[in-house]
């Protein structure tokens, strides 16, 4: 089997491997002795994996769960999942690779742009994936509608003994660190996967990881989550190690337990608890390549999953990122070995950019005019698809089950897979970029449907047209593409009045489309509807695809 990793969802550690891990690094050991070389980052589609311009084959790879130990088949990997790919003899052969999700547990809350879940503020981007992997999905009595948005989860209500849990979910990611990690916890998600509830006794069933904030008595805060360890097995650097006295402030700790804490989760009894590392930088002068969200900013430097990057190298004229980017960072690993003097930096996801979502028949793929890339026609809109854009197909029943390996669909392959899937319906997420392109974050082959939508900020011109009596459409655009909505179908967040939109707001659209139009009729329901979010919030204007 072999595994595609984007140009911009990749990280390249040259020098000695002292620790693996998706979100914060972990202590798995690598089966050679000599310096080793590491992969990581999120997994865009099947067919390849791709860093710093050299393709890796897992065919002879180990996929091992770093929290476990224990070895996972290679099917279980997913579009979007944070994966540590440990480099084999050969230079294009992967010896192993590590899975280390950030969350497991509950979904407690579900904000426009964020998920709570075990404590912890989990982020949501254009770039998020989600996947449904509950057995109702595919289930021929009472079958569930599968979750492909925060839209589809559930949120925990009530407390205590009366409450009623959300959607059991896992989060993989990247950890947000703050220049003080102390004061500030959170996750960039790139893949939420909702699963069945795993049956009581299921170890590592419910998991916190992220940086420690305050240490008590045999206790530690991770986020918003206080940790009990009066009864865990704590380990540091691979030993064990006295609870009381095993973590810090600042630290990076993964706790997990088979038993769930009380709802909503504020506090945790862990069975095992682990010190992470951030990434393995300890090889002063070594190349390497950093990926993650931008927590801080000052002066000629900025922090990037928790390591500090030394700015004043880069050409001249360099824009330094804003807190929230997500960027791809090349350079060499400093003294002392954490930090990171830079030579290049790319912005692969600009907070502050316009987002937009998209679901519709595709009517046109041409190849773009640089290498692996392509022009995709979506609801009149032309989409860029690039190497970093994450792919899936999720079109047919348990596609979960499949052999990745047998079918790829990769940007290799896009163009004809695509032209040879029996569905041609697309969700397509993407970003603007500096001069207004469409950038495609992902794009997902979903069941054949007539259903067109539209998610995003309201444009400025043509002006709105709102209308009051049913019959008589609103009139607006989104992304250029032009919508016709019944009043009766519109509703707003907050005090607004009921069938009206304003220009700049945050609106999901779906319906059908009728020469060009998305046109919405006068009964709403989940498939013809209007909601308009309010003013996007501040960092942007991502939100979930809620369609």
């Known amino acids: 089997m072999k595994i595609r990793f984007g140009g911009g969802a990749a990280v390249l550690l040259l020098g000695l491997l002292a620790a693996c891990g998706g979100g914060g690094g972990s202590t798995a050991a690598s089966p050679q002795a000599q310096p080793q070389a590491l992969a990581s980052g999120a997994i865009t589609a099947f067919g390849s994996v791709f860093v710093g311009g050299v393709e890796y084959s897992t065919t002879q790879a180990r996929v091992l769960d770093d929290d476990s130990g224990a070895t996972l088949a290679a099917g279980a990997l997913q579009v979007g999942q944070v994966v540590d790919v440990v480099h084999g003899v050969g230079s294009s052969e992967a010896a192993e690779l590590h899975?280390?999700?950030?969350?497991?547990?509950?979904?407690?809350?579900?904000?426009?742009?964020?998920?709570?879940?075990?404590?912890?503020?989990?982020?949501?981007?254009?770039?998020?994936?989600?996947?449904?992997?509950?057995?109702?999905?595919?289930?021929?009595?009472?079958?569930?509608?599968a979750v492909t948005s925060a839209a589809g989860l559930t949120a925990t209500?009530?407390?205590?003994?009366?409450?009623?849990?959300?959607?059991?979910?896992?989060?993989?990611?990247?950890?947000?660190?703050?220049?003080?990690?102390?004061?500030?916890?959170?996750?960039?998600?790139?893949l939420v996967s909702v699963h069945d509830v795993p049956a009581a006794g299921s170890a590592g069933a419910f998991k916190a990881e992220g940086y420690v904030s305050a240490v008590g008595a045999s206790t530690v805060t991770i986020g918003a989550l206080a940790v009990d360890l009066s009864t865990a097995?704590?380990?540091?650097?691979?030993?064990?190690?006295?609870?009381?006295?095993?973590?810090?402030?600042?630290?990076?700790?993964?706790?997990?337990?088979?038993?769930a804490p009380a709802l909503p989760a504020t506090s945790f009894s862990a069975t095992a608890a682990r010190l992470r590392s951030s990434l393995a930088l300890e090889t002063p002068g070594a190349s390497v390549e950093v990926e993650g969200s931008v927590s801080s900013v000052g002066g000629a430097s900025f922090v990037v999953r928790g390591?500090?990057?030394?700015?004043?190298?880069?050409?001249?004229?360099t824009a330094l990122p804003s807190v929230g980017d997500i960027v791809e960072v090349a350079g060499t690993v400093g003294g002392g070995g954490t930090t990171v003097v830079a030579s290049s930096l790319t912005i692969v996801h600009a907070a502050s950019s316009r987002n937009y979502a998209f679901e519709g028949v595709a009517t046109q793929v041409a190849a773009a005019s640089t290498g692996q890339s392509y022009l995709l026609t979506l609801l009149g809109e032309?989409?860029?698809?690039?190497?970093?854009?994450?792919?899936?197909?999720?079109?047919?029943?348990?596609?979960?089950?499949?052999?990745?390996?047998?079918?790829p669909f990769n940007i290799t392959t896009f163009a004809t897979y695509l032209?040879?899937?029996a569905s041609q319906t697309l969700v397509v997420q993407t970003q603007t970029d500096a001069s207004g392109r469409q950038i495609a974050q992902s794009v997902t082959i979903v069941p054949a449907s007539t259903v067109a939508?539209?998610?995003?900020?309201?444009?400025?011109?043509?002006?709105?047209?709102?209308?009051?009596?049913?019959?008589?459409?609103?009139?607006?655009?989104?992304?250029?593409?032009?919508?016709?909505?019944?009043?009766?179908a519109i509703s707003s967040r907050g005090a607004r009045t009921l069938g009206t939109v304003t220009a700049g707001d945050a609106v999901v659209v779906v319906g059908s489309d009728v020469a060009g139009t998305i046109t919405v009729g006068a009964t709403r329901s989940a498939s013809n509807?209007?909601?308009?979010?309010?003013?996007?919030?501040?960092?942007?204007d991502d939100m979930p695809r809620s369609f």
């Open 99 to 145: 899975v280390d999700p950030l969350a497991r547990g509950y979904v407690d809350a579900i904000g426009a742009t964020t998920l709570t879940v075990m404590g912890q503020t989990v982020g949501l981007t254009s770039a998020t994936a989600f996947s449904d992997h509950r057995a109702c999905v595919t289930a021929t009595t009472n079958p569930c509608t």
């Open 157 to 190: 209500t009530g407390s205590g003994s009366s409450a009623v849990p959300g959607s059991y979910v896992t989060v993989d990611g990247y950890l947000y660190a703050a220049a003080t990690p102390a004061t500030s916890a959170a996750i960039v998600a790139t």
């Open 233 to 259: 097995t704590c380990r540091v650097n691979g030993a064990a190690s006295a609870c009381a006295t095993a973590f810090s402030v600042g630290n990076i700790v993964s706790a997990w337990a088979a038993a």
């Open 307 to 317: 390591i500090s990057v030394d700015a004043s190298a880069l050409p001249g004229g």
């Open 382 to 407: 032309s989409i860029t698809v690039t190497a970093s854009t994450r792919l899936a197909d999720r079109s047919t029943p348990n596609w979960d089950e499949h052999d990745p390996a047998t079918n």
């Open 419 to 421: 032209a040879a899937s």
């Open 453 to 488: 939508a539209v998610q995003g900020p309201v444009d400025a011109t043509p002006p709105v047209v709102n209308s009051s009596v049913s019959g008589t459409p609103t009139t607006f655009s989104v992304a250029g593409i032009a919508i016709s909505a019944d009043p009766a």
């Open 529 to 540: 509807k209007v909601s308009d979010l309010g003013a996007p919030e501040q960092g942007g």
